[in-house]
């Protein structure tokens, strides 16, 4: 149970106490900043404690942000200041130096809280400080101070702020206008009753999936099913994020399972349409299924690879970033560029509907279209912004590049005979000629070729010599989701030669089992907890690797040897990636942090 040590003498009239005590704070009163570091070494070494003024005026919800949030080792609010146990130790030297200073009586001036997040400062530890806005925490200095602070914190409703602020600022136009406002009151309804974010995620994911399962039965009714089920899914999914900051729950399993069960319901659901589309009208519209799959992972991979090269580099004095910014102040631009980019609450809408309206062919052909725009646009804004930007990429932001691009021992056996790497934009250039070179290869060649073999070896080469420097140049950030693109549209294109019953579905099972590994590394780099470990890329091939083993496969075997080859693949890597994937996640070395969810 955490600890909660209130300092000073106790101010009649203060629901201080009971405040913490519904926070679950086992509350202890020290009136010395020695009798504090008494109480502090008597804490249990394994839970949180915090230091809180006994003067401290302010809402309940100020105090839940500054000291509950399990994702910072350290945080304070004005008047309190709070430790978990990896961070007890800076707590413990702040406050030994604080009594050994002479603050060690009752009578020192100012929030002993307050003076300890100084030392803390000091010393160069990381105090996380939240975002109040009108909540109200301070520590009045007299009396007329502490009437002030209780008329502002009467002035303002503490769960309507609470509530407010468990929905994301910026989000999709569909999102902010048809769920969030009622589903904010569904967040607040499964707090009060002791329900969890990943509990809300699950019920999200087996909703998606027996939407999946409805759209698979062919019907007019079964479509019609699914895509009620398929916006009830997206409500949940809003849901549990909106829990988690509600309620301040944040965990390990809960980032791996909210990184995740997103493009797993959206994918299963593309293969429930593609089953349905068999069973209901005879329509074989895998290859579009698995087409919408690859167009909307490289999406987010082009996503994740701009914002990781640009994460920690210098100011954008890019022109075109001043134009986006002068687009957003006037308030109508805003909403549609958001909605333009086909955000996931927008796409999600649209397959819905017209889930239930058309057909899967229909839908999937709008999902390609749309998608394709929608890439088009953010690509090229994002190419333009680097290629005017004045910015230095750190060391960090290469090495994530390079995590991204998934590099197996071929590329690295070759870039260590290159040793050399290319000069400026000829990375990417080359990068998107030896992708665009494979999947030609594999599309206009017939099956059982070897010429996508030859394609292949060449793949190999020029992603080696892609990946020979550290990826800091301008539009080095292209070349992961070129790397996606070409290993993905190998095995749609040699899937789609093969021209046999059962080849594009594995097709589908095999691309979705890599996507899960790409999107595990993107979500370890967020969390700072570095890339996957190095056996487990080697073990897999990396990209190149399965590149150029797909295509032999596809050269060495009958077309129904290379669909069941396909399979094997599929679940041997499915397996591998899991078991690690879960491994991490569960794990005490992963970061709690819940994702905040892409607009894309």
């Known amino acids: 149970m955490p600890t909660a040590i209130v300092t000073g003498q106790p101010v009649p009239g203060s629901s201080l106490e009971s405040d913490l005590r519904s926070l679950g704070f086992d509350v202890r009163m020290a009136e010395s900043t020695a009798e504090t570091e008494t109480l502090l070494a008597a804490a249990p070494a394994g839970d949180r404690v915090a230091v809180v003024d006994a003067g401290f005026v302010g809402h309940v919800h100020a105090l839940r942000l500054g000291l509950t949030d399990p994702r910072f080792p350290l945080a304070a609010v004005p008047g309190a200041v709070t430790a978990q146990p990896a961070a007890r130790q800076a707590l413990t030297r702040a406050v030994a130096r604080e009594t050994s200073s002479g603050g060690g009586t009752a009578v020192a001036v100012g929030s002993l809280a307050d003076r300890i997040v100084t030392e803390l400062d000091a010393d160069g530890s990381e105090v996380h400080r939240p975002e109040l806005g009108s909540l109200v925490a301070v520590v009045p200095a007299d009396p007329q101070a502490r009437n002030e602070a209780r008329q502002a914190v009467a002035a303002v409703d503490d769960e309507a702020v609470r509530l407010k602020s468990a929905v994301k600022s910026r989000d999709g136009f569909f999102t902010t206008y048809c769920i969030s406002p009622y589903s904010r009151y569904l967040a607040r309804w499964c707090a009060r009753r002791g329900l969890t974010p990943n509990q809300v995620t699950t019920a ?134 958001r909605m333009i980019v086909l955000p996931i609450g927008e796409r999600w809408a649209m397959i819905a509907v017209l889930t239930a309206l058309t057909t899967p062919r229909i839908t999937f052909y709008a999902l390609l279209v749309g998608c394709a725009f929608a890439a088009t646009y953010t690509t090229a804004g ?107 549209g190998t095995v749609l294109a040699l899937a789609g030669k093969a021209g046999v019953n059962g080849a594009l579905p594995a097709a589908f099972g095999l691309v979705a089992a890599v996507a899960y590994h790409h999107y595990d590394t993107v979500y370890r780099i967020r969390g700072n907890a570095g890339a996957p470990p190095a056996w487990l890329v080697r073990s897999i091939g990396g990209h190149d690797g399965r590149t150029l083993l797909v295509t032999v496969l596809a050269a060495a075997l009958t077309a129904a040897q290379f669909t069941a080859a396909l399979t094997v693949l599929a679940v041997i890597v499915a397996l591998v990636v899991l078991a690690e994937s879960i491994r991490f996640w569960v794990s005490a070395g992963a970061p709690a942090v819940h994702d905040e969810g892409e607009t894309a």
């Open 204 to 337: 999200s994911l087996l909703t998606a999936l027996i939407a999946a399962g409805c759209a698979a039965t062919g019907t007019r009714g079964g479509f019609i099913a699914a895509g009620v089920l398929l916006i009830a899914s997206f409500v949940l999914d809003c849901t549990d994020g909106q829990l988690a900051r509600y309620a301040l729950k944040y965990s390990t399993l809960g980032a791996w399972l909210d990184a995740t069960f997103d493009r797993a319901k959206e994918y299963a659901y593309y293969a429930g349409l593609a089953l349905g589309a068999a069973r209901g009208g005879h329509d074989d519209v895998w290859a579009l299924a698995l087409g919408a799959m690859v167009l909307q992972t490289c999406r987010h991979v082009v996503d994740f690879s701009f914002n990781e090269a640009n994460h920690d580099a210098t100011a954008n004095t890019s022109p075109t970033a001043a134009l986006s910014d002068k687009l957003d102040s006037v308030g109508w631009t805003v909403w549609v560029r």
């Open 382 to 488: 994002r190419v333009l912004r680097s290629l005017t930007r004045k910015a230095h990429r750190t060391d960090r932001a290469a090495q994530a590049l390079a995590d991204l691009a998934d590099s197996g021992p071929l590329s690295e056996a070759v870039g260590r005979v290159a040793r050399r790497g290319l000069p400026g934009l000829a990375v990417p250039a080359v990068a998107l000629l030896g992708g665009a070179a494979v999947v030609a290869c594999s599309a206009f060649s017939g099956y059982g070729s070897v010429v996508p073999v030859i394609g292949a070896l060449v793949y190999v080469l020029t992603s080696a010599l892609a990946v020979a420097r550290p990826l800091k140049g301008a539009l080095d950030w292209l070349v992961p989701p070129f790397f996606r693109a070409a290993e993905y």
